[in-house]
Antibody, heavy 120, light 106 residues
């Protein structure tokens, strides 16, 4: 059974950097076509994509957040890490990671999500 | 690339719900649909316009033509009440795009 699980702080102060970890099991990010992404859903708003890392270590970022985001993988630990700098109240949201084995098959497995509140 | 969904759809139990997703020449895109119940993670309910992942009932079906893709839920049940999102890969820039979501009320 493929699983993903997000972990990280539940509260972050304004201007701080958020670091979230997605720990996955029973698949390899090194397999051709595989990608892992980060997503979030702010309260009362729609789901949105943040960042994506590919099997070949290629990376993509949401254009409006591009210079605040960084994604990397530690394949030895089966983890994908997202950092987001200069956090503000608008970044309060539930953050999810998810896997896709190919663009054709969509995001077929999701983590349960982790809620992050930005507050002093 | 922009995907447009109606904010809400309301349907009686047992009836058919249709959730639309509009986009320029969307028929040339590969569309995926996700269900998100309150407090839960999104769940893939359709991939590649009309494919059903294992465990998704046959009541869920999809179509994609012209500028509109449609998720159709037949014989709607109370448990189908959720937010539904369409999604594409904008292959030109290799970004993911979600629609604004549709709240299905049963």
């Amino acid at each position: 059974q493929i699983t993903l699980k997000e972990s990280g702080p539940t509260v972050v102060e304004p201007t701080q950097t958020l670091t979230l970890t997605c720990t996955f099991s029973n698949f390899s990010l090194s397999t051709y076509g595989t990608r892992v992404g980060w997503f979030r859903r702010p309260p009362g708003k729609a789901l949105e994509w943040l960042a994506l890392i590919y099997w070949d270590d290629d990376k993509r970022y949401r254009p409006s957040l591009g210079n605040r985001l960084s994604i990397y993988a530690d394949t030895s630990k089966n983890q994908v890490v997202l950092t987001m700098t200069n956090m503000g109240p608008v970044d309060t949201a539930t953050y999810f990671c998810a896997r896709s084995r190919d663009y054709y098959y969509g995001l077929d497995v999701w983590g349960q999500g982790t809620t992050v509140t930005v507050s002093s | 690339y922009v995907l447009t969904q109606p904010p809400s759809v309301s349907v009686a139990p047992g009836q058919t719900a249709r959730v639309t997703c509009g986009g320029n020449d969307i028929e040339t895109k590969t569309i995926h649909w996700y269900q998100q119940r309150p407090g839960q993670a999104p769940l893939l309910v359709l991939y590649a316009d009309r494919g059903r992942p294992s465990g998704i009932p046959e009541r869920f079906s999809g179509s994609n033509s012209g500028n509109t893709a449609t998720l159709t839920i037949s014989r709607v049940e109370a448990g189908d009440e959720a937010d539904y999102y369409c999604q594409v890969w904008d292959t030109g820039v290799d970004h993911l795009v979600f629609g604004g979501g549709t709240r299905l009320t049963v």
